[in-house]
């Protein structure tokens, strides 16, 4: 559980991870010797591989925490003062035009001193405001830090809804929530936004529900830069959160927008990965639909969950998809889901 008399980490609870991450956050504040870190660390590590949650018994969100505390911070210019930085969560945009910063996501909360510290490095401005692109915790880690400091949070509307109630992602093994007053959206919107930062202007959207319900794609012109968040791994397989009104069909029809409002110049700043092109986001969109058009048919043949699977339907997809912290079972499991509870399978 979140120590409300301490720092406010925000505290993500699944299995032995959570016991590693919470000691190492409840040490941190009280500077305890090292001697003292290294001994919980050890216990804890134990106990972790005792439990066999290492590997292969990691959960998708174990599997993705591990990446997110390890990669290193990395910097990269995608257009005049507009970067993304990658390896703290998802990735980070920062558009450092005027005399301020704004940022688009904020990263995992454990690092989020990392981060401030490599925003001020390749900014020189304060940061103000905070767009946030979903609720998801390596999106919004970094909003208790920001919003404590007096950075204006933006974001759909559904995004404050999330973070204020506990929150479980099927097939994932996350668990969040909620959030403190601090980390939650100030200024919100149902269906479009417009704001500008300095020079660059930026249009909001949200689409409907597709990663979540409250997705935010930003356009920034004239940079000509569309940051998408987590419709878009580079090339991971996504997660779709169901809870969340997330949906196979509902990303398809996003992507579809982008690809619309988007040509062969625009920067594509992926919720996770490198930064592509619009021929990237194509690829991608045209695998989801392959991949749900097959699933769609095992359906129809009156396969299981667990046949579906079983057949593959990824299989020529997974050398270029597979490979991250989503497997191609439990993204099957995923669609199937979504084209089951949509009544969209048989059409």
């Not at 558009?95 to 904020?106: E, H, K, P, R």
């Not at 020529?316 to 199937?336: E, I, N, Q």
């Amino acid at each position: 559980m979140r120590n409300m008399n301490s720092q406010p980490w925000i505290q993500l609870r699944f299995d032995g991870a959570t016991q590693w991450k919470h000691a190492v956050q409840q040490i941190r504040p009280s500077l305890v010797s090292i001697q003292t870190l290294l001994l919980v660390l050890f216990v804890t590590a134990a106990t972790w591989r005792g439990a066999g949650q290492v590997a292969t018994g990691e959960t998708v969100i174990q599997k993705a925490t591990e990446e997110f505390e390890n990669s290193p911070m990395k910097t990269t210019s995608v257009g005049k003062s507009v970067f993304m930085l990658s390896g703290d969560g998802g990735n980070i945009t920062a558009i450092a035009d005027g005399g301020s910063t704004l940022l688009i996501d904020s990263g995992m909360d454990s690092r989020v001193t990392e981060l401030s510290d490599a925003i001020a490095k390749a900014t020189m401005r304060p940061v103000t405001r905070l767009v946030n692109t979903h609720w998801h915790f390596d999106h919004t880690g970094g909003n208790v830090y920001f919003g404590a400091a007096g950075v204006t949070i933006i974001a759909h509307e559904n995004v404050k809804k999330r973070l204020t109630s506990v929150q479980d992602v099927p097939f994932t093994g996350m668990h969040d929530g909620h959030y403190p007053p601090q980390a939650l959206p100030t200024l919100t919107y149902s269906n479009s936004m417009t704001l500008s930062q300095g020079s660059q202007q930026l249009a909001l959207f949200n689409y409907g529900p597709a990663h979540t319900d409250g997705d935010t794609i930003i356009y920034i012109a004239p940079a000509n830069v569309a940051v998408v968040g987590d419709i878009f791994s580079n090339h991971n397989y996504p997660i779709i959160d169901l809870a969340s009104g997330g949906s196979i069909d509902g990303m398809i029809h996003s992507l579809d927008q982008v690809l619309a409002q988007t040509d062969e110049q625009t920067k594509i700043v992926p919720g996770h990965g490198l930064v592509a092109t619009r021929a990237d986001l194509q690829d991608y969109r045209d695998m989801l639909v392959q991949v749900r058009q097959r699933i769609k048919a095992l359906i129809s043949a009156g396969k299981a969950i667990d046949e579906a699977v079983a057949a593959a339907p990824t299989k020529d997809f997974d050398a270029k998809w597979g490979s991250g912290y989503v497997p191609p079972d439990v993204f099957t499991k995923m669609v199937f889901t979504s084209l089951l509870h949509s009544g969209n399978a048989s059409q």
